[in-house]
């Protein structure tokens, strides 16, 4: 009898086991009485009922899917709708939305290298910035996280190439923001592009929630672009890229996650449409979801737990052992509370972590109610370790 081609899968979910490293998935009901820290809706918009309401008519009027790609019959009125309002809301000449954030970090930068070129990536960068990189065919050189000085002498070391410096804006394990205004001089000083993921960023940093870009003064600057998600702060699905109008031009006619993808659905369009209309209606959204981060930072430091400062949205809690951190976890649902959970191999320094992720909407009960589960649940070694690096 011959042999089952795919028995080394066996093999592969037996090493994970071992490891510790297996992944479930955990189909969560329509309606839960946990209280949420562990999805990324920052500000509480993904159940909006404006948003859910015009995601429900943009279904009805443009139909459930998008029918093609957006080079055939994926665009709608509605998606150049999105791109404008998003790109004049952050501060940039265009914008092109994609089916995810994902799509949009692989088109970016398989479309604006090649090989020949050179791409410089900090360590802490997403995995799709990661598979970005090894898809662009263009030399990677990898710098230490958060490091402005080993970016420019990387750049010092390569004179004369196209060079594109790749970074995300906060960083989603740690919640730390990158020194976005010292990167974009030193790529402008060597003459290299800038390219910002800011997932984390938008609806969060920046005057209104306008994003990491904004935050630091170089929205629409010379030579950058950025990338961003719609499913974060935005509560609905879906990612854009941001930047130049050539720019622009240039991934609708070279990026492959583009032309060869069905265009996002008309429903996800028309919710991020509708939440970005929110954002600047209600401007202090932004505010208080930073203002919830650092609330929850300081009572749980308080309470003698070790956790990054939070730069935008992220309170990440370090954990003595990734045994500990997938306890924490359950212990905390067991108590009511959802909260995220980061360990080998997802974290580039190999720190266990659970991570909170503060949302706009959050109540002073709800607060107090998360701080004193995840403080009651902390594992032995929690208490007094050295602070996660920020």
């Known amino acids: 009898m011959a042999q089952d081609p795919f028995d080394w899968t066996d093999d592969e979910a037996r090493r994970r086991e071992r490891a510790g490293l297996v992944r479930t998935l955990r189909p969560r009901p329509a309606e839960s009485d946990l209280l949420d820290l562990a999805s990324n809706d920052y500000l509480g918009l993904a159940r909006n009922p404006a948003v859910t309401g015009a995601a429900a008519e943009a279904a009805r009027r443009w139909g459930a899917g998008s029918t093609g790609s957006r080079l055939v019959t994926g665009s709608t009125e509605l998606h150049a709708e999105l791109e404008r309002e998003l790109a004049e809301f952050c501060g940039f000449e265009a914008a092109l939305v994609l089916s995810s954030g994902y799509a949009a ?3 970016a930068l398989t479309a604006l290298t090649s090989r020949g070129s050179l791409l410089v990536s900090d360590a802490g960068n997403h995995a799709s910035i990661v598979d970005g990189c090894r898809l662009s065919r263009a030399e990677t050189v990898v710098v230490p996280h958060a490091e402005p000085e080993a ?5 010092e070391a390569h004179p004369g190439r196209r060079s594109l410096v790749v970074s995300d804006a906060v960083f989603s394990v740690d919640g730390d923001a990158a020194p976005l205004a010292e990167l974009a001089a030193l790529c402008h000083g060597g003459g290299a592009a800038l390219l910002i993921d800011d997932a984390h960023g938008l609806g969060v940093l920046g005057e209104g929630g306008r994003g990491s870009a904004h935050a630091a003064g170089i929205a629409g600057a010379t030579g950058l672009a950025v990338t961003l998600t719609l499913s974060k702060s935005l509560g609905s699905q879906g990612g854009a890229v941001l930047g130049p109008a050539r720019v622009i031009e240039h991934l609708v006619n070279a990026a492959r996650t583009f032309i060869f993808d069905t265009g996002l659905a008309p429903a996800a369009v028309g919710g991020a449409l509708e939440s970005l209309r929110l954002l600047r209606a209600e401007p202090g959204r932004a ?26 949205a992220v309170v990440s809690v370090r ?13 905390c649902r067991a108590g009511g509370l959802a909260v995220g959970c980061f360990r080998p191999p997802s974290v580039p320094d190999g720190i266990s972590r659970i991570r909170l992720t503060a949302r706009a909407d959050l109540t002073e009960e709800q607060i107090g109610a998360a701080v ?3 403080t009651a649940t902390a594992p032995e070694g929690a208490a007094g370790a050295p602070p996660v690096s920020a």
């Open 287 to 312: 505010d208080r979801a930073r203002d919830v981060a650092r609330t929850l930072h300081r009572r749980l430091t308080g309470a003698g737990l070790s956790a990054a400062p939070p730069d935008a």
């Open 105 to 107: 970090n692989l088109a």
């Open 319 to 331: 954990a003595p052992s990734p045994e500990a951190a997938l306890r924490w976890a359950a212990d």
């Open 372 to 374: 004193r589960t995840v």
């Open 151 to 155: 970016v420019r002498k990387t750049l």
